[in-house]
């Protein structure tokens, strides 16, 4: 069913109507009562906790020293903790701490051609964010900050990831 179909059905509910379906809701799906949890007291500090400890669980995700990480399920997180629509702040630090954490955890772990190239995505991702919102010079310091000498990751992937901003960068002719 598409949002108009459904748009026109709710047009014939009378409001008693609506509240009963939107109660149902809420019982039946534990999604839609976070959401709605969420949007009555919204708290974006909290949301952003719960939702670094799920990527930090993902990324600690390992086996005899390699990374069992999915790139998938973090993108995944990132689309949900979106979807709460939370402070600008917040999402700018969820960027930021999917890529710290990635830096960390490939220090220990052998990291998987696709979770590097889904990092250097998420990298051009956060960019593009920070570009919409007037912050990317601000997003490309952070990023710097966190591929400097001394910090962690090899030397590899700060090279990916660096070569991931300069990629973002010429694509918009800055």
């Known amino acids: 069913m598409s949002k108009t179909s459904l ?12 509240i009963e379906v939107v109660l149902d809701l809420y019982e039946s799906r534990k999604e839609v009562k976070e959401y709605f949890n969420f949007f009555l007291n919204p708290d974006s500090k909290k949301l952003f906790e719960k939702y670094q400890k799920a990527v930090d669980k993902e990324f600690a995700r390992s086996k005899w020293g ?13 689309k949900e903790f979106e979807s709460f629509h939370p402070d600008i702040e917040y999402k700018d630090m969820l960027y930021l701490t999917i890529i710290r954490l990635a830096l960390q955890y490939e ?6 051609d696709t979770l590097y190239n889904g990092i250097d995505y998420i990298v051009g991702e956060y960019l593009a964010f920070a570009d919409r919102n ?5 997003a490309l ?34």
Do not use: W
């Not at 007037?134 to 601000?138: S, V």
């Open 107 to 112: 220090q220990h772990n052998n990291f998987s």
């Open 66 to 78: 390699r990374s069992k990480a999915r790139i998938s399920v973090i993108k995944k997180l990132i």
């Open 134 to 138: 007037e912050g990317l010079d601000k």
């Open 7 to 18: 748009k026109k059905e709710l047009a014939g509910y009378s409001k008693e109507q609506l």
């Open 141 to 174: 310091d952070c990023v710097n900050s966190l591929i400097q000498y001394g910090m962690p990751g090899s030397r590899y992937f700060k090279n990916k990831i660096s070569e991931a901003c300069r990629t973002y960068i010429e694509s918009k002719s800055i």
